[in-house]
């Protein structure tokens, strides 16, 4: 049996939900930037400017028990959570000012009475920033919330460091990614406070906020063994 799910996640998977009802209507708002001006002779010209990011609306419950139009399951890890449960989730991601990742997929249910899903033939995969969400206590329920939750495409950017290569200047794209930077490091066999520092920070002269951060000497500097814990800036 297949039918479309939707699916947030936040920090590269590290929470991740199921709608559990999915909404009536999906509201995707696509527009231009297109400027007027009016030009002597020609009257009022359009000019078209690149498209202003999507944005999406999604209007739903989060149910307080399983009724037969809930899409997950009553136990097990993909559990239908408590209605705050999920709305304590969100706010979190808010509070991180992070993005979270929007999925739109069809899903596989592996039978009638297993409600688990698994996603199949993405239709919509995008990192987006939560803009704006909505809830209240539904009239004459048993708990359940209603909610509005309105998202917006983010768009990754960053300082990219560039080098010289021939008088050119070129610049060393990195990979742009919605998973926040590690707090720790575990070193490893081979590791080097400079390779670290060039792995994770992206500057191997870096090394020394490292060594300062966690109290190393330079005469233990060669001498740093596996499995270190290094806290990072």
């Known amino acids: 049996m297949e039918e479309y799910g939707f699916f947030l996640s936040f920090n590269e998977l590290e929470d991740l939900f199921r709608l559990p009802v999915n909404p009536e209507t999906l509201e995707i708002k696509e527009s231009g930037d297109s400027k007027s001006y009016t030009i002597v002779e020609l009257g009022e010209i359009n000019a078209i400017a690149y498209p202003k990011l999507t944005e999406i609306t999604i209007e739903s419950i989060f149910p307080a028990q399983h009724y037969p139009f809930v899409l997950v399951r009553s136990e097990g890890p993909n559990r239908l959570l408590r209605p705050f449960e999920y709305v304590e989730m969100i ?10 990742r929007f999925v739109l997929s069809g899903v596989n ?9 698994v996603p199949n033939d993405l239709a919509l995969n995008m ?6 969400f909505t809830w209240k206590l539904s009239a004459g329920t048993s708990g359940d919330v209603e909610y509005s939750l309105s998202l917006k495409k983010y768009v990754f ?4 460091p560039v080098k010289i290569v021939k008088g050119q200047v070129k610049a060393e794209p990195k990979r742009a990614s919605d998973k926040a930077a590690p707090k720790t490091y575990t070193m490893k ?3 080097s ?8 920070l992206g500057d191997g ?3 020394k906020v490292i060594q300062k951060l966690n109290g190393i000497k330079d005469s233990e500097l060669k001498k740093l063994p596996i499995g270190k814990v290094l806290k990072l800036p």
């Open 91 to 100: 706010q979190k991601w808010m509070k991180s000012r992070r993005p979270i």
């Open 109 to 117: 249910l592996k039978g009638e009475q297993d409600h688990s899903a």
């Open 127 to 132: 990192a987006m920033s939560i803009e704006s």
């Open 157 to 160: 950017y960053q300082a990219s």
């Open 189 to 191: 066999a081979g590791d």
């Open 193 to 200: 406070l400079w390779s670290i520092a060039k792995k994770i």
């Open 205 to 207: 002269q870096k090394y």
